[in-house]
């Protein structure tokens, strides 16, 4: 290893959605290691093709399922750190392997990118994590910090340390800044969304202990995935019986549609035990058609494909602020769905109340009241929703919204805090 990277930081967000890699040599700026051709960042995805038992990650992953490539898809991984069922095991390319293993097969990936774009190892590696990895249990929090390091030291990493995915953004808007201000940063990604008050001023880099300058933290395990389950739930799910009622006057049982709609479960329905159980469903349907659509999703695998068209369609609406459409043809001919602004306000409204109230929360906490901020800082991929960027506006009508880096940004502040 040469001298520059032993004094060299590695910082790496392994995001519920995306991941990215960024590097600090010697005090200079952090830059972001390329991931995928030049891309600074990759969706957090395996590909495990039963044809040719080769593994893909990233886009590279996505693309191979999307073009119905046979084999499995797995996605929004770190939201099984802290669960039971990441020690589950599950047969990959005929070998029983634990999900776990599965995280440390994609940071491993990470680690080669990071030998192969730097041309070695840095000294330091730094880990970026979510305020709460679990809400409310602090044991399987630490479980799953300690399932996190475990998997990054089996991918090869030689010793990592941990700072709060947050606070990472927070150095990283450091950078940035000309005069001391007072600012709520706000981390919304896939799975969780995360709260700081930090004290930042251009004089305060560099220094050891920053530990005053943290006013509070907070933090909810709620984020995009959840907004996709919602959407999926009130747009997508009914029209696999979801709320249908059966010829007793019951709704079919609902538990195999939240499993559909919740990306880090999906895989678990093409099990045969689950396929045997949707199909027992049958009976609880007065419109076999609908059942007939949710077992041809479950026996071609078109779990993900359902959650991805509801991502894609929650963005488009957000984007536009206009109706963006769900086709579904590939389910069945005609068949399909929209997401309109208005939908995505009424339907997100209680995820986004939670994630304001922590917002508030993380206000108390310091102290402060709306007026003593200077600045709310957005960054991760969900803080660009339209609804959110409303609600925070109507909770902290006098602060003003700054927009960072939103993929980029923890993983540069974790090299900086390094
Ligand atoms: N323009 C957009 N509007 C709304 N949501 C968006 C937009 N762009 C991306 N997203 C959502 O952002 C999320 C991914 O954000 P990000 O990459 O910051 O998360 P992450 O870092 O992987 O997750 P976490 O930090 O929770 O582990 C996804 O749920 C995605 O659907
Ligand atoms: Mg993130």
Same mark, same amino acid.
């Given at each position: 290893m040469t001298a520059t990277l032993q004094h060299a930081t590695l910082g790496i967000d392994? *995001?519920?959605s995306n991941s990215a890699m960024a590097v600090r040599v010697a005090g200079g700026p952090a830059r972001m290691v390329p991931l995928? *051709? #030049? #891309?600074?960042t990759l969706p957090t995805a395996l590909f495990f093709n039963a044809q040719d038992h080769t593994t893909h990650f990233g886009r590279d992953a996505v693309a191979q399922y999307l073009e119905g490539t046979e084999g499995r898809l797995m996605r929004s991984l770190k939201s099984l750190l802290g669960s039971a069922l990441l020690q589950d095991k599950t047969a990959v390319h005929n070998q029983l392997v634990s999900y776990q293993d599965i995280i440390s097969l994609f940071l491993r990936m990470l680690a080669q990118k990071a030998c192969d774009g730097l041309g070695g190892m840095p000294g330091r590696v730094v880990m970026g994590r979510p305020v709460h990895f679990v809400d409310g249990d602090a044991d399987r929090d630490q479980q799953a910090e300690q399932a996190l390091r475990q998997a990054a030291l089996d991918a090869g990493f030689a010793e990592v340390s941990f700072q709060l995915e947050p606070i990472a953004a927070a150095l990283d808007y450091e950078q940035r800044i000309t005069h001391e201000s007072v600012v709520l940063v706000v981390d919304i990604g896939g799975g969780t969304s995360d709260f700081t008050i930090v004290r930042l001023a251009p004089e305060r880099r560099g220094r050891e202990d920053r530990s005053s300058d943290v006013l509070a933290t907070t933090g909810v395990h709620v984020g995009g995935t959840d907004f996709d389950r919602r959407l999926s739930l009130d747009l997508l799910m009914p029209l696999l019986g979801f709320r249908h009622t059966g010829p007793t006057g019951r709704e079919v049982p609902s538990r195999v549609f939240f499993e559909l709609s919740t990306w880090h479960l999906i895989?678990?329905?093409?099990s045969p035990r689950a396929l045997r159980d949707a199909q027992n469903l049958r009976t609880d349907y007065s419109n076999v058609q609908l059942h007939a659509r949710l077992m041809r999703v479950l026996h071609e695998r078109l779990g993900h494909r359902m959650a991805n068209t509801v991502e894609q369609a929650k963005i488009a609406a957000s984007l536009a602020d206009a109706d963006a459409p769900m086709p579904l043809d590939w389910i069945e001919p005609g068949l399909g769905a929209a997401v309109t602004p208005a939908g995505l306000a009424q339907f997100l409204a209680q995820p986004l109340a939670q994630v304001v109230a922590c917002a508030h929360e993380c206000v108390q906490l310091a102290g402060l009241s709306g007026e003593g901020l200077d600045a709310i800082y957005l960054t991760g991929g969900s803080s660009a929703l339209r609804p959110l960027r409303q609600a925070l506006q109507v909770a902290f009508p006098d602060t003003p919204q700054v927009e960072g880096d939103l993929f980029g940004g923890v993983a540069a502040g974790l090299a900086v805090s390094g």
């Open positions: 392994f *995001g519920t995928e *051709g #030049a #891309a600074p895989q678990w329905l093409y």
